[in-house]
């Protein structure tokens, strides 16, 4: 009877059965919730309870990162400082690195513990680092949220550590996911780290997925019992990256497993949305939204690297920008070409609501390429964006700068500026 069910059409029955059967587990489940965004355009291709209140777990400590290396940016603490182990620190339970108060870790081991060993005691040196108590960095993180527009998060310590106030939702975690590529892509690339040694101790990754599943480079797993499996998930396949959440499961095996369907439905529904030319902003029609579409924000979305012969020209429109709660199309402004005394590339590296992060993220990219720094003013959607770049290359020197900056970690494309 089942070799019947395995062949030709009454195969395909069996499939369809099979996801709807795990449709159901899904949504007999309370604690579930998820989200997938394409992070080129800011579309919701799936979500599922992507506004309920969830306890964030290890997921926290995104947010702990995102303090420590803007920190670094604004030249507080450097790799190399060192940090003092309170005793409150040292008493923080598993999972940790076994820290003992009167003890110092450097930032460069504190970044990799709390990717690779989520580790809580760690979490807290770094909260007491920052904001003198754990309890002052958890009002100044969600503090930083407000400021992402992530209104149903509230943060209580940085580790995400059992605590009834501290809750979020999937989209606020997929909105903290893109900050943390888009405003720091330099440093974007310790979350793929697998291991790392500390103290003659090697420690391996929650996060599977890394490891397992084709083209996930990030973020972060989490588990407390109130919360079930969580794990935050940045994937690339060619020139498409998605951003995806899910929370909630039965198991970090199951989590990871329902993660890995919806990371292959959606990238094959970016595919044919692309080859039918839409833009796809409408949410799944099986992730329980209803169609409804909301406000998008506009930062702008990971650009893919131009490979030689796709030259991407400077006179189109850019891909719609990055979400802050729910989504729908935004109008774009025209690109501005930069004016320069020749006909001449360049590379572009982001756009940021800030001229000084700008300036901030081409000159960190001139530790690896040559050229000249500028940022360009534009307006989109009634919105003031500054872009990052570096100018007056030759074509061939814009690719192999591009594919440099690639290879740290920095999204850019090539762009001509015409004089």
């Known amino acids: 009877m089942f070799d019947k069910f395995t062949r030709g059409k009454d195969g395909f029955v069996l499939t369809v059965l099979l996801f709807f059967a795990l449709a159901s587990q899904v949504q007999a489940n309370p604690r579930y919730a998820s989200i997938v ?48 182990v309170s005793a409150y620190a040292a008493s923080k339970p598993q999972t940790n690195i076994g820290l003992r108060t009167g003890d110092y870790i450097r930032v460069r081991d504190a970044i990799l513990a709390l990717i690779v ?18 309890a002052n960095f958890g009002r100044m993180m969600t503090d930083k949220a407000r400021n992402f527009g992530m ?17 979020t939702t999937a989209r606020d975690m997929a909105t903290l996911s893109v900050r943390l590529m888009k405003d720091f892509p330099q440093h974007y690339h310790y979350f793929s780290t697998r291991s790392f040694r500390y103290k003659d101790v090697t420690y391996n990754s929650h996060n599977r997925m890394v490891r397992n599943t084709q ?12 919360s079930g499996f969580n794990v935050a998930t940045s994937a690339k396949r060619g020139d498409r990256r998605l951003i995806a959440v899910v929370m909630g499961g039965q198991t970090a095996a199951s989590r990871d497993q329902h993660m890995v369907q919806l990371l292959d439905r959606s990238f094959r529904q970016v595919a044919t949305m692309q080859m039918a030319g839409t833009s796809g902003t409408k949410g799944d029609s099986k992730s329980g939204n209803n169609g409804s579409q909301t406000s998008l924000i506009t930062v702008e979305a990971p650009i893919p690297v131009a490979k030689p012969n796709n030259i991407v020209v400077d006179n189109r429109p850019d891909p719609a920008a990055i979400l802050r709660g729910e989504l ?11 004016r320069t005394n020749n006909d001449t590339w360049g590379v572009q590296i982001g756009s940021y609501y800030e001229h000084e992060r700008a300036q901030a993220q081409a000159q960190a990219a001139t530790r690896w390429v040559a050229g000249e720094v500028v940022v360009v003013e534009v307006e989109i959607s009634n919105r003031r964006l500054y872009r ?5 290359l030759q074509r061939n020197q814009a690719h192999n ?19």
């Open 151 to 167: 209104r149903s998060t509230t943060f209580r310590n940085a580790s995400g550590l059992p605590n009834h106030e501290q809750k």
């Open 215 to 226: 083209g996930v480079d990030g973020l972060k797993t989490g588990f407390i019992r109130a």
């Open 388 to 392: 990052a770049r570096l100018i007056g």
């Open 328 to 338: 729908s199309v935004v109008t774009v402004a025209q690109r501005q070409p930069v």
């Open 37 to 84: 965004i394409n992070a080129d355009t800011g579309t919701v291709l799936h979500e599922s309870n992507a506004d309920a209140s969830r306890y964030p777990a290890s997921l926290t400590k995104m947010m702990t990162l995102y303090m420590l290396f803007e920190a670094m940016d604004q030249g507080k603490i450097t790799l190399n400082t060192q940090m003092s």
């Open 401 to 419: 700068a591009c594919q440099s900056l690639s290879r740290h970690g920095m999204d850019c494309m090539v762009v001509r500026s015409h004089g």
């Open 117 to 134: 060993r989520s580790a809580n005691d760690v979490a807290a040196v770094i909260a007491e680092a920052l904001g003198t108590s754990e």
